[in-house]
């Protein structure tokens, strides 16, 4: 079992819409989640982080935790083709020295 | 801020040369990572120093790569004979000490082996 695992999509919405993305994760203990937007020969950039559960909002961007379920979620509101790009989850290791990356969702918001 | 800074960006090299990659982490930064990254995949952990130290090596990294950070600032990555099975993207990242502080990429230095 892979310690987190997204769907790899590619995932379409029109413009305007909400677009959806999640995550599992195998290790109980993690702390810290982290969302990364990856374009197409780019390197990762952050986007969010989380570490509580419940819901943190930053701009169209809602991050969603539930550590019972082990599952953590990424909401892009209002998408725009800007948004079209590979949405990578990490989860820090419980030691607090190793990120575990999905393998990613591919996102493409058609105008 | 000046930002992970990794060198060179592109490197083709010929199946059995060497190569060494750099990084320049964030200067506050005292944790620093190597991952690599082929098409379609997630990050792919490869080692980590804190400081000066490397603290952990992946099991899949093979004797033919070796990472130093003299001094705890910038790190390098070599690989040794490589092979077509080594053209990737490496990623170099920092993060500052905090248990919950997040990775910082560089752009990365794509590998191509020939």
């Known amino acids: 079992q892979k310690e987190v695992e997204q769907n790899s999509g590619p995932l379409s919405v029109p413009e305007g819409a909400i677009a959806s993305l999640n995550c599992t994760y195998s290790d109980r203990g993690s702390q810290s989640f982290f969302w990364y937007r990856q374009y197409s020969g780019k390197s990762p950039e952050l986007i969010m982080f989380?570490?509580?559960?419940g819901d943190k909002e930053d701009g169209r961007f809602t991050a969603q935790l539930n550590k019972a379920s082990q599952y953590v979620s990424l909401l892009i509101r209002d998408s725009q083709p800007s948004d079209s790009a590979t949405y990578l989850c990490?989860?820090?290791?419980?030691?607090?020295?190793?990120?575990?990356f999905g393998t990613g969702t591919s996102l493409t918001v058609i105008p | 801020d000046t930002g992970v800074s990794q060198d060179p960006r592109h490197k083709i090299t010929k199946r059995g040369q060497n190569v060494t990659f750099r990084c320049d982490p964030i200067s506050e930064h005292n944790r620093l990572y190597w991952y690599r990254q082929t098409l379609g995949q997630g990050p792919e952990f490869l080692t980590y120093f804190q400081n000066e130290a490397q603290l952990e090596k992946s099991r899949l990294l093979s004797d033919r790569f070796s990472a130093e950070r003299p001094k705890g600032s910038f790190s390098t990555l070599e690989i040794q004979r490589t092979e077509q099975g080594d053209s990737a993207m490496y990623l170099c990242?920092?993060?500052?000490?905090?248990?919950?502080?997040?990775?910082?990429f560089g752009n990365g230095t794509r590998l191509t082996v020939t």
């Open positions: 989380i570490y509580s559960n």
């Open positions: 990242a920092s993060s500052s000490r905090g248990s919950n502080s997040p990775l910082h």
């Open positions: 990490a989860v820090k290791s419980i030691t607090g020295n190793q990120f575990y």
